[in-house]
């Protein structure tokens, strides 16, 4: 499968607890995104990289919500200090220059924090 | 700022009858449009896009959707729907030139029954 990957598919963690996501994009992808989908609701843009570098993050990431790619191949989205209105799903996309509005998603990751 | 209003929230239809999900869009500037599908238990896969030139475009499943320009709408239409299309619609848009980010409606649940 050469699809887009993330891991752990599911992450059940106590409030106060760090928690990190895995995602790996297609293999020629240069662009890379992390959105957040709550229940009922559409996904929401968190953070974009272009290779190696973060050029996007929206206000709904807040400090701390940290996102890394190293070496443009995969990204990790870590939280610190979870809380309860973090439980959602995380979802990584990513597309290549030349289709760079062709998004394909991932399976995502359900944090569940109690 | 740009937002994206799918108008209704779960669509019930019958097997082989039409159906029309209904999503606007907000935006001063030029935008791409996109429609997502996610199935149960599967990852968001793009349905069909409008980027420029046609204002109707089809998908390979017999979705269509056309670009409303002066009404800032793009509905998503099936002359006969199948169970197999029961899934979440979403409805997003990302700026024309910008760093391809999605902006997402709420989603929109098409239930097909027998």
């Known amino acids: 499968d050469t699809g887009v990957s993330q891991d752990p598919r599911h992450k059940i963690t106590k409030r106060g607890q760090n928690v990190t996501f895995r995602c790996d994009p297609i293999?020629?992808?240069?662009?890379l995104y992390w959105y957040r989908q709550t229940l009922g609701q559409g996904p929401e843009f968190l953070t974009y990289?272009?290779?190696?570098?973060?050029?996007?993050k929206s206000r709904l990431l807040s400090d701390r919500f940290s996102a890394e790619r190293p070496k443009g191949s995969f990204s990790t989205l870590e939280i610190q200090r979870t809380e309860q209105g973090d439980s959602a799903m995380y979802l990584c996309?990513?597309?290549?220059?030349?289709?760079?509005?062709?998004?394909?998603f991932g399976p995502g990751t359900r944090l569940t924090v109690t | 700022a740009q937002s994206v209003t799918q108008l209704d929230s779960q669509v019930p239809v019958f097997e082989e009858a039409p159906v029309e999900l209904r999503c606007n869009y907000s935006?001063?500037?030029?935008?791409?449009l996109f429609w997502y599908v996610q199935y149960p238990n599967q990852g968001l896969q793009l349905l069909l896009k409008?980027?420029?030139?046609?204002?109707l475009v089809k998908s390979i499943n017999g979705f269509e959707a056309e670009f409303n320009k002066s009404q800032t709408s793009f509905h998503l239409r099936k002359p006969s729907v199948h169970i197999s299309d029961t899934a979440e619609y979403f409805c997003?848009?990302?700026?024309?030139?910008?760093?391809?980010?999605?902006?997402f409606g709420q989603g929109t649940t098409l239930q097909v029954k027998p």
């Open positions: 996309a990513s597309s290549s220059g030349q289709t760079a509005y062709e998004q394909y």
């Open positions: 293999s020629e992808h240069n662009r």
């Open positions: 990289f272009q290779n190696e570098a973060q050029l996007e």
């Open positions: 935006s001063s500037v030029s935008v791409y």
């Open positions: 409008y980027l420029s030139g046609s204002t």
């Open positions: 997003a848009v990302s700026l024309s030139g910008n760093t391809g980010k999605l902006i």
